[in-house]
Nanobody, 113 residues
Framework: VQLQASGGGLAQAGDSLRLSCTTS????????MGWYRQAPGNQRDLVARITSGGSAVYEDSVKGRFTISRDNVKNAVYLQMNRLKPEDTAVYYCKMMLDRDYWGQGTLVTVSS
C-alpha cells in the first residue's frame, strides 16, 4: 500500500489549506484513515481520523477549524484546515489503518504569524 500526501505549503495565520492523501486499490474503502502531525522536537500526534463509515474524531485544538473527509471512489482522504495558527506548523502524515498501519510520506505545513 502506498499513500501519497499533498497540499502542504506556506500559509499565514487565518489562511486555509487542504491536504489530500490518495492511494490505489479498493481496500481503501474499508480502512480507517487518519491525519497525524509532527512538529520539530515533538512526537507524531493524531489530528483527525475517519472510519470507513464516515465517523470522524478530532484532536481538541483543531475542533471547529479542521474537517476530515473521504472519497471512496477516488480513494482519497482530505483534511480541510481553516483559520490556521502558527502552532499548526508541522509535517502532516496520512495513515491507513488496517491489519497494520501504512504511512504516507508527509507534507509540510508552515504557518506564519
Amino acid at each position: 500500500v502506498q499513500l501519497q500526501a499533498s497540499g502542504g505549503g506556506l500559509a499565514q495565520a487565518g489562511d486555509s489549506l487542504r491536504l489530500s492523501c490518495t492511494t490505489s486499490g479498493s481496500i481503501f474503502r474499508i480502512a480507517t484513515m487518519g491525519w497525524y502531525r509532527q512538529a520539530p522536537g515533538n512526537q507524531r500526534d493524531l489530528v483527525a481520523r475517519i472510519t470507513s463509515g464516515g465517523s470522524a474524531v478530532y484532536e481538541d485544538s483543531v475542533k471547529g477549524r479542521f474537517t476530515i473527509s473521504r472519497d471512496n471512489v477516488k480513494n482519497a482522504v482530505y483534511l480541510q484546515m481553516n483559520r490556521l495558527k502558527p502552532e499548526d506548523t508541522a509535517v502532516y502524515y496520512c495513515k491507513m489503518m488496517l491489519d497494520r498501519d501504512y504511512w504516507g510520506q508527509g507534507t509540510l505545513v508552515t504557518v506564519s504569524s
